[in-house]
């Protein structure tokens, strides 16, 4: 066996070596242990998420994970970038050629990573009292959250006004895509400062996104 692969680890592994147990290769190691850093991001405390804890999750040795990911932070780093960008997703080809307010319903519904709202909020708190110590952490749960569902917003407000859907000056696009995030989305200071306050449900928010839409839409009629 070697040094760094320890016996959980080669029951994760496909392949099998004469005298030796299964091996996993580069890139299944990587995905293996960016989903054991996902899990635990969304099942515990941000600061129980160790190399330690992420090792254990894997089956592999903390040599492993180093051999990956020279820093906890840049492991982290991944796994957030990783997590954010399923939460908003881009158009299909198909989606593409649907009304705009089918295109913007369809963009800003929350496609939710798994775990309790609790957790998930916590997770949120700690990022944000960590950014001046991960500034890069913080930048790229933004830039791959919210920062990406701005761009794909203001992509479909451009194309709309290209094609005659909406009355938009061109300049206020962006203006216009973080004002109708702004409508559509909880203000999420409320649930940080209100922990033991129920969140919005489904409905509720399903509501609040028709609604914001609806407004944005009249006054952005051609």
Do not use: W
Not at 56 to 75: D, I, N, Q
Not at 105 to 128: Q, W
Request: contains cysteine.
């Amino acid at each position: 066996m070697s040094s760094d692969t320890s016996p959980a680890e080669g029951e994760l592994c496909g392949r099998t070596r004469r005298g030796r147990p299964p091996q996993m290769d580069t890139s299944a190691r990587e995905a293996a242990i960016l989903r054991a850093t996902a899990q635990l991001l969304l099942e515990v405390p941000f600061d129980d998420v160790t190399m330690a804890a992420i090792a254990s999750r894997t089956g592999m040795s903390k040599r492993t994970v180093y051999a990956h990911f020279k820093s906890r932070e840049e492991l982290l780093i991944r796994a957030i970038v990783d997590i954010s960008r399923t939460i908003f997703l881009p158009l299909s080809a198909e989606d593409l050629q649907r009304p705009l307010r089918d295109r913007l319903s369809l963009l800003l519904r929350i496609n939710a990573p798994p775990g309790s709202e609790a957790t998930k909020l916590e997770f949120l708190r700690s990022i944000i009292a960590k950014a001046q110590t991960y500034p890069v952490l913080a930048q790229q749960l933004y830039a791959n959250g919210r920062g990406a569902l701005m761009g794909y917003v203001s992509a479909e407000l451009s194309r709309a006004v290209e094609a005659g859907e909406i009355m938009l000056d061109p300049k206020e696009v962006d203006l216009a895509a973080d004002m109708l995030l702004d409508m559509t989305f909880e203000n999420i200071l409320f649930p940080l400062l209100h922990p033991s306050d129920p969140r919005l449900d489904d409905a509720a928010v399903a509501r609040r996104r028709e609604l914001a839409i609806t407004i944005f839409l009249r006054g952005c009629a051609p």
